[in-house]
């Protein structure tokens, strides 16, 4: 903190050290027969190591192809038209394969939506755990069958040393996604991505692994992106929420403040459709009208169609990602003027 | 497993106890072989005592019982056309040059369709995609008698590179196998393509790529042992066929003197015998085949339950 020698950008005290990940006016577009559809436009943030970030959106919101960026998977048609993401200051989107091969499933390492295809149905879990440890941490395949048994015990499978030698088929899908938690946690990552790791699992087995993810993160103080639909989920596992639509950031904010008091229009839309146990709601509302076409989007602020708040501001003019006095951002031309129905 | 392989040789004998009777009455219905036997100026008389002498006269269900009677004492008869060897002996004697043939054809089949299948599946769409694709179509739509004379034209009477009739594998055997394979190339390579295609698009790839394994490790293990689930399927086809149906025309062009070439010969001159024998050894190989087939998949797919 002694700022005598240091650049004058540091003498800014919000100025800190590098962030863990920071993601720069990314952009990533899919181009397809019917036109180059949008699906990530100009989305900053960036992520401090320990902390929680969680990312909302609809289906189509762009998150999770956001999020495949993060370790170079974006598939085509789908490309990365501008912007960067920064790991620990290095770029994993421009002559990345070198630093994304010593990445991926070792630094970063990500979950996925659907365990019952995530894992490949021809080997046992065993292998399919050891192979990491011994491309990233070099193990022999006896000691990476040992580590993976560790690893299965980490997350709640009981009898670890038996279930290595079985295949994805004989195991539910709860405990697949364990496996493959397992799996992502299996050479320490120091950020975890989480891409709706609870979707396409029963209510009661959500909670379970939404727990495990919780408990893992306080125990190995790991970081965790965590993207999802369902503000719910975040709300116990997450310090910041950035909310996404239409491919835009559109709020990001602590989690207190968002479920207390949404400033983007969309933000308070998703609270009142998401069911709450802290607050008397008279019932749920769900938000009118559809996402826009992401081919051709509307000029002015994407949710202007379904916002009651709308003006021709609005309609007309995009509304840039605002940074307000109490430190969290909003993309909205009426920004904190929505009253919670 | 050895109960599912018990009971599963059980019925290949089923198969085989109607295979033999359809071939029997066949033969009993649309040849005689007393008339290779025995010189044309043959009288009548001659040729009826001959067939007396065979046992030729009688109805077919009574013939049909003495047939099954020697073959309980594996006795298929003596050949008429190789004459007075035991049937068996024959088959035995030229079935090591057509299992030569077809396992090399096969190798090669194999050798050619993976890689190539797989090259094809890295860009779908692409030049080189298109090409193998191209190459492929005609290479299993090329009847297989004209692809032989075409090697044998190239290789043998111009380059001179190998010759034709039997002899040491490399120089002989090698242009048959060749001719045996390459549809069963193209064909096969198809399947590696379009499976490696459907895998390379799973979840479970994209979920090796994110745990940072080499590219070789993603394709050439990953993908390409679930693309081996209906290749597995396939290659047993063309076994089967190589060695039930292929031979005979693949050892003719080539003059290579195996079962394929035999059986040929054998039907020509309505040789019973060898005839029965020939397809019945051949229908208990393809049955053992198949039995391999169901052992290999249980290997490749852990899923399978073999019952």
Known sequence: MNSVNAAPSLANPAEKEAPLLEVDHLEVQFFTRRGTVQAVRQVSFSIERGETLGVVGESGSGKSVMAQTLLGLTELPGRITGGDVRWKGESLVHDASATLARVRGNEIAMIFQDPMTSLNPVFTIGTQISEVLRRHLGHTRKQALVRAAELLDLVGIANAAARVKQYPHELSGGMRQRVLIAMALACEPELLVADEPTTALDVTIQAQILDLIGDLQRELSLTVLLITHDLGVVAGLCNRVAVMYSGKLVELASADDLYANPAHPYSAGLLRSTPRLDVVMPRLVSIEGTPPDMISPPPGCPFAARCDLAVTECLEEMPGLHTYPDGRKVACWRAFEVGRG | ?307
């Not at chain 2, 394929?260 to 001159?269: C, D, E, P, R, W």
Request: proline share 5%; net charge positive.
């Open chain 2, 1 to 307: 497993m050895g109960r599912y392989i018990a009971r599963r040789l059980v019925q290949g004998l089923v198969v085989i106890l109607g295979v033999s009777i359809f071939v029997f009455v066949i033969t009993r219905v649309v040849g005689d072989p007393v008339k290779f036997m025995l010189p044309l100026s043959a009288s009548a008389e001659e040729r009826d005592a001959r067939r007396e002498v065979l046992g030729l006269n009688d109805s077919i269900p009574i013939q049909f019982g003495r047939f099954a009677g020697d073959l309980a004492h594996l006795d298929l008869g003596e050949s008429t056309y190789v004459r007075g060897e035991p049937a068996l002996d024959v088959v035995f004697d030229y079935l090591p040059r057509t299992i030569q043939l077809v396992a090399l054809g096969m190798l090669l089949a194999v050798v050619g369709s993976i890689p190539l299948g797989v090259l094809a599946s890295r860009k779908p769409g692409g030049l080189v995609d298109r090409v193998l694709t191209t190459l492929s179509l005609i290479g299993l739509s090329m009847p297989q008698f004209f692809l032989g004379y075409i090697l044998l034209i190239a290789f043998t009477v111009k380059l001179q590179w190998f010759e034709s009739g039997p002899g040491p594998w490399r120089t002989h055997l090698v242009l048959p196998a060749l001719c045996m394979a390459l549809p069963a190339i193209g064909r096969l390579a198809i399947v590696v393509r379009s499976a490696m295609i459907d895998e390379l698009n799973t979840q479970y790839v994209k979920v090796a790529r994110a745990k940072g394994l080499s590219q070789r490790r993603i394709l050439g293990v990953h993908a390409l042992r679930n693309a081996g689930i209906p290749y597995v399927t396939l290659l047993g086809w063309e076994m089967i066929r190589a060695l039930a149906g292929y031979s005979v025309v693949v050892e003719s062009v080539f003059n290579w003197p195996g079962l394929g070439f035999m059986a040929k010969t054998a039907i020509q001159h309505q040789d019973f015998y060898l005839i029965q024998a020939i397809v019945l050894v051949v229908a208990v190989i393809v049955v053992l085949l198949n039995i391999s087939i169901d052992i290999a998949y249980k290997a490749l797919d852990p899923r399978v339950k073999l019952s």
